[in-house]
Structures are given as structure tokens and as C-alpha cells.
């Protein structure tokens, strides 16, 4: 089975302010032909680095694929590094630089001595068009290994990796194909899930079980290898299967599915309604609804009651009972809950109060501590759940939860 290694190039991509997407189409596509992964590394805009990293990379890799560094500005040294590496010389392509040419004039621009870079190309390398942007890919091969420099920006380097690496990649795959499975779970947490499913996963050397932990739950990545996809899909099915029945309703995906997903589908197939009150998840619950397409079907509104004369004036709480038990309370969040039901009409109603810190904490109410109330046409009811984590931790997995919670409740 073939590996291969992502170079992701640009010094801007090791900044809080910039994340490396490429890696990740890359990834599903060359899974999708039968080669794995084996790594990714992220390398900024320094010759010596890159050329260690690219080093390194021949040593280990079938293919190496690098996205970045091919623009026309001093710090786009791609090129010269790969160049180096391969013991191959930089020629000027005559072609692709009257290509180049005529993209930019073409816009009304004026070609500067810079842009000629990029059409230096190795000796003997291919030339990759780019339709879509002025830096051509490039496509060479050292020691058998195969290497491909693809432009930065998505929109040109994913067309042109169909239309020129994919087909020679789909030759060189040998015929070996991959299957996912992604198994998302709620309401447990990794450890205890890895106990009730280790000694299923543990028989199987092919698929391979991958448990990630996740802000939304627990995942279960199933990986499996075969002559032929309908192979494969029987392999990562039968443990699949296997896995889900042990877990039983802590599973609410098997398609990869998000759980807002899973629960607008039987919200629409119940025609049932829904509504929520959000305090210290600040309307999360609520956008995490109303990312989903359609779910105007089936979610009414949200009120974010954040200030307990919010909660008061927007949901009928009454003063008394957040004085008498604080806004950080079981009956609390039973009367939001409540209320919004009530004002909107929703089939149900979630409400969501509580502590997300870093501050405000006490010995009776430390941070963490959260309040899920559910009201509906039988009754209301809470529960009491206590955190950990961060301030964004926190609140993630309280909308986690409710949401869960409504699953379980009402869709089952």
C-alpha cells in the first residue's frame, strides 16, 4: 500500500490567523485511490527547514505532495528548495511564461520582473496548467518516488490535482482501495466508551479503530483496506455493525452525521417543534440548530435571557424564585424552559442556565455547573450536570448535551 506526506508551506499557516484546509481535501482524496496518509507537516517560509522537511519527506514517503510557496514574492523559495533537493536545475519555461503573460495583462495589469519566477521549472519536471491562477503546479520524480508542488490557494490547486495527479495516482494505487466509517456517540465519555468496545475492536487488525475524543462527543474512526471499495465497505461495515450494537443508544450516528442533523431529521419526521432558552450557552444551542439547511421546519426561535431581568421580562420567570434559588438553578431553568414554550408554541422547549467561568464560582455553585431544563406537553423536568474544562469547553458541551438529552428524550 502506497503513504504519503502533505508538505503544507507558508509561514503564515503557523499563525493563529491562518489553518491549513488543503491537508485535509488532500487526505480524502488520496484515501479515496488507496494511499494513506502517514503525515502532515506544516513548514513556514525557511529554506533550511523546508529543505530538512522535504528530506526527510523522500526518505519515508511514496509520494509527496507540497501546497504552497509557488508565487512570484521573495518569500516563495518552493521552487528552489525543491530544485535543490532533487539535484535538479531551475530553467526558465518560455511557454508557461508567455502564459503567464497573457493572464496578467490580460486583467489590465502589468507584469513585473517578479512574476517571471514563476515559471522556473525543474529540468525534466512536468508542468501542472492553472487555469485558475497565474503559478503553474509541477509534477517530478526522484528515486521513484513521486513529487507534486501545487499552488496554495484551493480554488486553483484542487482543480488541477483531479485533472493531472489524480489519474496517474489512481495507476499507481495497485488497485488497493479504503473505506471510512465514522461512529459519533453522546452521553458517555471516551474512557468508558473504549471499555465497552475494546474487546471488539482489539480482534480486528483490518479495519483499524481510531476513538477521538470531540467538543460534540466521542468519535469512532473505522478504517478499512481492500482489492476493491465493495470490499472495503464490507469490512468497515461488519465491525461498524458490531460496535453500534454494543454501544446501543449512545450512538447516534453511523454516516457521520452531526447531532443537530440527526435530531432536525426526526424532529421532521415527528413534526414536532422546538424552542430554546440560552443563558450561559449564549444561543449556541440555537445556531447549532440553524446551521443545519431547512431547519426552519421544525425550530421556532430562541430568546438568549443572559441577565436575570431577561429572564424575567423575555421568559415569565418569576423574580421570587431566582431570588429564592438562584438564577443557577433546577427550577430555574424548568421555568425558562417552560416559558419559551409557552411563548412560542414549540413542541418543546430546552432551556439552558449555568456557570461557564472562568470567574463567578462558589463552594454550592463551583464553574461548571449547569442546568438543562426540558418542558413539553406531559411535564417539566432538570438535570444538574457539573463541566470541566474551559469557558468554551464548558458551554460546548452543555449545548452538547441538551441537545442530546432532547434526542433521547423525544426521538428515540
Not at 116 to 138: F, H
Not at 144 to 172: H, S, T
Amino acid at each position: 500500500m502506497l503513504n504519503a506526506e502533505i508538505l503544507a508551506i507558508g509561514s503564515e499557516l503557523l499563525t493563529p490567523h491562518r489553518t491549513d484546509t488543503n491537508s485535509l481535501w488532500l487526505t480524502e482524496r488520496l484515501n479515496s485511490v488507496g494511499i494513506a496518509v502517514k503525515l502532515k507537516t506544516v513548514v513556514g517560509d525557511d529554506e533550511a527547514r523546508m529543505e530538512e522537511s522535504l528530506r526527510d519527506a523522500l526518505r519515508r514517503s511514496d509520494i509527496i505532495i507540497s501546497t504552497g510557496g509557488l508565487g512570484p514574492t521573495e518569500d516563495d523559495i518552493t521552487r528552489k528548495v525543491f530544485a535543490r533537493v532533487t539535484g535538479c536545475t531551475l530553467t526558465m519555461d518560455y511557454d508557461v511564461l508567455a502564459e503567464i503573460r497573457q493572464r496578467i495583462t490580460s486583467r489590465g495589469y502589468e507584469m513585473t520582473p517578479n512574476n517571471e519566477r514563476q515559471a522556473l521549472i525543474p529540468r525534466g519536471a512536468m508542468v501542472l496548467p492553472n487555469p485558475n491562477g497565474t503559478a503553474p503546479g509541477i509534477r517530478m520524480e526522484q528515486d521513484g518516488k513521486l513529487i507534486v508542488l501545487l499552488p496554495g490557494p484551493p480554488r486553483e490547486n484542487q482543480p488541477m490535482f483531479d485533472d493531472y495527479v489524480m489519474p496517474l495516482l489512481e495507476k499507481r494505487s495497485r488497485g488497493i482501495r479504503i473505506a471510512t466509517r465514522v461512529l459519533k456517540a453522546a452521553g458517555i465519555g471516551e474512557s468508558q466508551l473504549d471499555d465497552k468496545i475494546a474487546p471488539i475492536y482489539k480482534q480486528y487488525s483490518n479495519p483499524t479503530t481510531t476513538i477521538l475524543f470531540t467538543e460534540a462527543g466521542v468519535e469512532i474512526h473505522l478504517t478499512a483496506t481492500a482489492e476493491s471499495t465493495a470490499r472495503a465497505e464490507e469490512l468497515v461495515e461488519e465491525l461498524a455493525d458490531l460496535l453500534e450494537e454494543k454501544l446501543e443508544n449512545y450512538v447516534y450516528s453511523t454516516r457521520g452525521e452531526s447531532l443537530e442533523e440527526v435530531i432536525g431529521q426526526r424532529l421532521l419526521l415527528r413534526r414536532y417543534t422546538i424552542a430554546t432558552a440560552e443563558s450561559c450557552t449564549g444561543g449556541l444551542i440555537a445556531q447549532r440548530i440553524t446551521e443545519v439547511p431547512g431547519a426552519s421546519e421544525y425550530f421556532v426561535g430562541s430568546v438568549v435571557s443572559y441577565t436575570n431581568e431577561m429572564k424575567t421580562r423575555l421568559l415569565g420567570v418569576e423574580a421570587e424564585l431566582i431570588e429564592e434559588h438562584g438564577a443557577v438553578s433546577g427550577i430555574v431553568a424548568e421555568a425558562m424552559a417552560q416559558g419559551i414554550k409557552e411563548r412560542t408554541g414549540a413542541t418543546i422547549g430546552v432551556s439552558v442556565t449555568g456557570l461557564a467561568g472562568p470567574g463567578g464560582g462558589t463552594d454550592a455553585v463551583p464553574v461548571g455547573t449547569v442546568y438543562i431544563g426540558l418542558a413539553d406537553d406531559v411535564g417539566v423536568s432538570n438535570k444538574r450536570l457539573v463541566l470541566p474544562g474551559d469557558r468554551y469547553l464548558i458551554r460546548w458541551r452543555a449545548s452538547t448535551i441538551a441537545l442530546e438529552m432532547v434526542r433521547r428524550r423525544y426521538l428515540l
